[in-house]
């Protein structure tokens, strides 16, 4: 089942900006060839300023941790969290048919 990856990045200021994007391209076009990788968007925060979301579908998580796993990626992402002095952010999400699904293999309270 296909999975969606939310990725978050917040960071200030034009001069950031210009130095963050090359780097964010670049991860965006890398992760397009990817194994697994099936679509991708990029998202600017229209009432928090600085905030920016990719959220990218992969076919597995196996797929996305393959990604994010590699060196190629580490080395780029390394470069970003250096400019943005923050860790980024990720969450993996799976679609939900027909509402929420429950869990059977947790205990019952």
Do not use: H
């Not at 200021?13 to 210009?18: N, P, S, T, Y």
């Not at 697994?36 to 992969?58: K, M, Q």
């Not at 048919?97 to 059977?104: A, K, Y």
């Amino acid at each position: 089942m296909a999975i969606e990856v939310i990725i978050r990045r917040v960071f200030e200021g034009q001069e950031k900006a210009r130095e963050l994007a090359p780097l964010i391209v670049k991860l965006r076009s890398l992760a397009t060839v990817q194994p697994g990788y099936i679509s991708g968007e990029t998202l600017r925060c229209i009432d928090c300023e600085g905030e920016y979301l990719v959220v990218s579908t992969w076919n597995s998580v196996e797929d996305w941790n393959r990604w994010l796993n590699s060196e190629e990626r580490i080395a780029i992402q390394s470069r970003i969290e250096a400019l943005l002095n923050e860790k980024t952010e990720y969450r993996i999400y799976e679609p939900l048919m027909g509402g929420i699904i429950p869990r059977f293999d947790a205990p019952v309270q």
